[in-house]
């Protein structure tokens, strides 16, 4: 196949029957922050592993930190210079993209896990099949988000897909950029209230809860380094917590856990269901 050259939110294929394919773009985003090490061993791993191609992955960084990424990174992989802190990183990336472009936006530290059977294991298949049936679904339902589990525990994984408000698992999410109504520039736990906006103004998200990633939680770098520490971080985590029952009051409760830093979570979100039954991938 030849490709022929369209504007950033398009790809075409020229068939071997000579036919035009379009697709719409799908880039791979991951904000980054004091990982230049890391990063290569960890989600730029997992994607080359599972057949992403370079060329479409993009990693977003702060300008103090660029030149460590460019010199540690492969060089086919983009490095874009950003925004501090993860709320503000991921509303950039967001609006850094042409609209109607596809980004799946993934931490620097993942692995994705997938539930099989009655067991759970590390995809080995390639991921743009599951990407494409992800934005499909979406499509399907009226949604412009998409997202996973938020454990690796297979015993409270299953086969089945969920539209509406759920619990939101930033690690690893898909949405539909120039949205901008839908981000959040929380220093902490943006990806609830991203969830909630998505909510408010599609009626939900779509999360699979067959499909989660295992990461290392409170390492080094990332919201961390911004919030000077773990013990820093709780404070920002309590602040952001206190906020988002403010703001969102019949969607946002206390769980009754207060220990953030053994992971258990301050606020719960509440549970809403839009459709009732949809497949799963």
Known sequence: MSTVHLPPTQVAQVTKHGKISLMTKTIFAIPSLGRSLGISDQTLKTLKNLDVPESSIYVFVVEEEEHLYKENVPTDINVVVGELGVGNQRTFINNYFETGTRCVIMDDDVQIIVKSENKVRVLEEPLLPLIDKAFQLCDEVGAKMWGVCNTTNGFFMNHSSVFG???????????????????????????????????????????????????????????????GGKEKRMEVYKECSDYMIKTYPDLVKPSGKEDPSKGLTKIKLKTVSRHPSILSL
Do not use: W
């Not at 699979?208 to 990332?222: E, L, S």
């Open 165 to 227: 408000l759920r619990m939101p698992y930033g690690a690893f999410s898909g949405e539909y950029a120039q949205d901008p109504d839908t981000q959040s520039r929380l220093p902490h736990s943006e990806d609830m209230e991203k969830g909630i906006k998505h909510y408010l103004k599609y009626g939900g998200y779509v999360r699979f809860n067959d499909v989660g990633v295992k990461q290392t939680r409170y390492a080094d770098g990332g919201v961390n380094q911004v919030c």
